[in-house]
């Protein structure tokens, strides 16, 4: 076997050398520690120098490391004597930035370590450095993926739920907990002596089964984009009725990336309904300052025949403001 | 206001030009649309020729888009008129890529639209094109942190919490839903008719009210990187306990990461305990395969009188399979 393959557990690296020359040099196979993969290279003159350094790539030119760490080099069999470098704390970019001279005359077989006792990124456009090993992020998503499991298994099994919801055609099971630390609505309904906190059953009759399973689904942080799509109007209507405002700014965020001619009086009509401040300034945007009006002319009286008047009032302002007599 | 300004809302475009000579040429600010900045631009030679193109950056040469579109000029006032190209969907690289030469007189004021029915992201290594409207991650990451904030407000505010533990030092409240949807053993505890079923308590003795918080942190989605390594050997015993296999998991993978000279025995000593072959394995190989046995020498003795007969025989089996006689 060459013996230019680096070992490599947890934060060690280890290179097991079996022979050496007099005056030789010699490179390692690349190996993989944080996000970089490295190099370690030995040359025999006065001294044995030993140098670490990063690979040649885009990560390593744009997200280059700070390493903090510590080289061992020891021969092998019964009386081993080693050298311990200094713990270096360097920015490592090329095969100069860090080369270690060891006053040893070790040739033949020995050993190098690497320990790496902290790794960093180091931006390249100024600011702190970030560490390498597991931020937050790794443990939070972990536990988030366990959770986000274990909730879905909650409402598809029905584990331990405490709540019906009759829905327009067929009932949901959910819980109670849930429900109010989602919504200020559902909290004051099992926190005050309501029907439904007695009963430990809430009616929902102005939703199917399947976009309040949707609501559900969101509720417990699984929700599909195909389901949120298909049943937005829906969400809309029960995050306004429930009070659960991050379900109602998603909403509004999505009805206003897909205006277009053949939706956008229906949605002016929800933005007035449920108050939807961007949605509204879009929808008006989209037909005066863009003049799509003239793609819904047919529409437009059916419209108004059945708009409220404050938003017909609004529209008409909107024209004056926007357009010049020609 | 110089009239190079291009708007855009939603999936639209519209570049309102307000003077346009006989033979000339016109380009367009940079307007953002997905993930791209795009120009427009047109030309007057025996047509109206309008091209539609991305900026040329990084983006646009490793992540080129793919676009399903429509274009369309019309002049301004009341006898509109106006000319609508075909639908198009094209890869656009370069400004050649799509013109649409227009047969039309059109000069002085006139407007021209982009309606984008599609946009994705061509892959350079071939496969699939990747939609640039919000794909699942966005509808999902919404809904996943909205309800990872009600269950955090439901953990600290304790909102209609089912069961009381009694830890060694404190007691906590949580719910029995998500406790039985994380562990096969309290969920036994809650449905059989055991002690915890009927007075909705349980003991974790052997689990400090702190560690016991980061367990339940764990549960419900947030804890936090300092958390978890603060408690990791707790939560390794908890894990092992009731039987929570992602927690053991990220246990053992996170024990893996910072094997050290001080740590590595009693890190043998819990693999052992808890049957974690990766992390047996790894400290088998830091001591022997990487002889950093040398540098727990003292340790051994006194590791050895209270280690486990079968681990000792396997620490034995280990040496005469790596280490050779010299």
Redesign the interface.
Known sequence: MGDTKV?T????A?WRIENFGPCSFKKSDPFKVGIWNWHLSIERNRYLSVRLFPELSRVSKEQPPVAKFVLRV?N???N?RFYISPVYEKLLRTTDDCVWHVDSSFHGRF?I?V?FLDLKICPVNGGEASPV????A???S??????????S??LE?S????VIIHTADGTLSA????L???STVF?SM?HHDLMEKESSTIHIDDMSRESCMALL??????????E?WKHRLALLGAANKYD?T??KA?CEE?L?????SSNVLERLQEAWLYQLEKLKK?CL??LF????I?DVREEISSFFRQADRELMLEMFQEVLSVWKP?
Not at 133 to 136: A, E, F, L, Q, S
Not at 142 to 151: E, F, G, N, V
Not at 159 to 162: A, E, G, R, V, Y
């Open positions: 070992e557990i947890s934060r060690l280890q020891s092998v069999g019964p081993r050993t370590d320990e090993w597991p931020t937050d790794t443990m939070q972990i536990s988030t993926q366990t959770t986000l499991k274990c909730l298994r909650m099994e584990i331990l739920t405490d819980h109670k907990a849930i109010s630390a989602s909290k099992f689904s969101y509720l417990y942080g699984n929700i599909t984009q195909e949120f659960i991050d379900l998603a999505s206003m990336e897909d205006i277009n879009g945007m989209y300052d863009f003049g799509k003239y020609v």
